[in-house]
């Protein structure tokens, strides 16, 4: 074995093996996500990449980083082309990669110098994998939050929500389940590297690791009652670019929900643009939800349009007959070149004609995220808003009880060419049934619409690209999971253990690059 300075390995991949390697880990990891789902791929995919990086300086494990990003980013998000094009894909993926191999290459530095910091074989079995999954963290943290807000798709712990990980997200939460996925690769890589153990032993330890981690029980969720809901799909069309006569969305989610009178619910549940009229200044719209409401003889919650002060917002509406919109919640995260144009100026020279497809900028929502429907308090999610970790934990420390997510996914698929994006969409709905001990109802205009339960079950589904509902009884509850108890905490602590970590690796290989050059 090599034992310079520099702590290299002996196993080192040729870089004519290395480069092709990277690429395949990143089409392995999305493997792992919906719509196909193979969980076991993305701890597999990551060591694979973590792999490459052995005995490699940060620079490689950049380039490295950079070809395994984008393999990944290029495929996972290869829905962005349908309607929009190529270049609002070609831009996001470009961006997530270099965030991607930004965190590669340091934890390329970590892999090669955390050794020589942590020598013994528990500093090395222990440590290293530590730091290098806090690294990862970190670096699926500030992708999910900047720029403009952030993307928060493709972290780790989202591969995971149909396996026999996914107890664990209530108990460590997204960010926390994104770790143990990567400390289980980080763990497996450092193990081939072991040489003071004997195989026997280093194979033990790793079947000790996931047998651990599968042995731990989810948090239990004990139900607070119950309330019965229609939840409904009106198969609209209700695309950003969408050709369609006014009011005609409206009317296909009245035309499902009427069938549904006689039924004794709670509150009826439609999805983000479930009107296409603004009810708020359209007197018809508002006669036609009164009309639902008074038929159904329950609340509506309704998504549509706003315009408020000169100002738009995507808003979701309480609205109850002759009283009309009791309690409005405007979202939060509008999606940026989607929804609004941040920084117009500076980007329209790029892509004119792009940018200017987007007339109109949404306005970003202040209002608390929890209706109170007839007693019943409800958390509030419009599309990606159900991506961002702060907001589904201030729907729990207002005491929601349910989550209700609607959605509009007729940008990202259709019955005659049908996407990843919902079924991805839907992993992040089931991951926050899980982590924060709720249901969760999401309810798009077209996919993918389930009631997820707050084991991750699935309750009840509509078929996508058909009209239809769900009337459903299920649990509300008010257990504050440990996930939802210590919100963005574990995310600090992981990630500050990686950056830690990194800082003392970099001291180390400071320190001995000046003691070569004296």
């Known amino acids: 074995m090599d034992t310079g300075v520099e702590g290299r390995s002996a196993l080192r991949i040729p870089i004519y093996l290395a480069l092709p390697l990277a690429a395949a880990s990143g089409i392995l990891l999305d493997g792992a996500f919906p719509d196909r789902g193979w969980w076991p791929l993305a701890p597999l995919a990551v060591a694979l990449l973590f792999l490459t990086l052995l005995g490699r300086g940060p620079w490689m494990g950049w380039l490295l980083g950079l070809i395994g990003g984008l393999s990944f980013w290029l495929t996972h998000i290869y829905w962005l082309t349908l309607y929009l094009g190529s270049l609002p894909w070609l831009a996001l993926a470009v961006l997530q990669s270099i965030f991607f191999s930004i965190g590669v290459a340091l934890i390329a530095v970590v892999l090669r110098w955390g050794p020589r910091v942590w020598p013994t074989p528990l500093g090395r079995l222990g440590m290293v994998p530590v730091v290098v999954a806090g690294l990862w963290t970190a670096r699926e943290a500030i ?43 980080a763990l497996a890589v450092q193990l081939i590297r072991e040489r003071s153990l004997e195989i026997g032993w280093r194979a033990g330890i790793a079947v000790a690791a996931v047998a651990l981690l599968l042995a731990i029980p989810a948090w239990p969720t004990l139900p607070s009652g119950s309330t019965r809901l229609a939840a409904v799909q009106g198969n609209a069309n209700a695309g950003l670019f969408a050709q369609y006569v006014p009011g005609e969305i409206l009317a296909n989610h009245v035309s499902v929900t009427l069938p549904l009178v006689g039924e004794d619910v709670d509150m009826v549940v439609w999805p983000e643009n479930g009107s296409d009229i603004d009810p708020l200044r359209s007197t018809q719209a508002a006669k036609t939800l009164d009309y639902v409401s008074e038929q159904m ?19 979701s509406l309480l609205w109850k007959a002759g009283e009309g919109a009791v309690q409005i919640y405007d979202k939060v995260h509008p999606v940026p070149f989607a929804e609004y144009m941040p920084d117009r100026a500076f980007w329209r020279p790029f892509a004119p004609e792009l940018i200017d497809l987007i007339s109109r900028d949404y306005s970003i929502g202040t209002q608390p995220n929890v209706f ?138 400071g320190r001995t690059r000046r003691a070569q050059r004296g």
């Not at 972290?155 to 149909?162: D, F, I, P, V």
Request: proline letters at 4%; glycine letters at 12%; aromatic letters at 6%.
């Open 143 to 185: 992708a999910a939050v900047w720029p403009y807000g952030g993307f928060a798709w493709g972290r780790l712990a989202l591969s995971q929500t149909e396996g026999p990980f996914a107890g664990l997200l209530s108990l460590v939460g997204a960010s926390g389940l994104s770790f143990l996925m990567a400390l289980l690769a």
């Open 297 to 315: 003889q329950a609340p509506l919650v309704v998504g549509t349009i706003t315009m408020r002060d000169d100002e738009y917002f995507n808003s």
């Open 372 to 509: 109170d429907i007839n007693g019943i308090r409800a958390g509030i999610a419009i599309c990606f808003d159900i991506a961002d970790d702060q907001l589904i934990k201030e729907m729990i420390d207002g005491g929601a009880g349910i989550i209700l997510a609607q959605t509009n996914n007729a940008d990202f698929g259709s019955a005659e060419h049908y996407t990843d994006e919902s079924a991805q969409q839907l992993a992040i709905a089931r991951m926050r049934a899980i982590e924060a001990g709720r249901t969760v109802v999401n309810i798009s205009t077209v996919s993918s619409s389930a009631i997820i339960l707050p084991d991750g079950s699935t309750q009840a589904a509509i078929p996508n690209f058909t009209a239809g509902s769900m009337v459903e009884t299920v649990p509300l509850s008010d257990t504050v999971t440990p996930a939802m108890a210590a919100g963005r905490g574990i995310e600090w602590l992981v990630s500050g253990l990686g950056l830690a970590g990194l800082a003392l690796c970099l001291i180390l290989a």
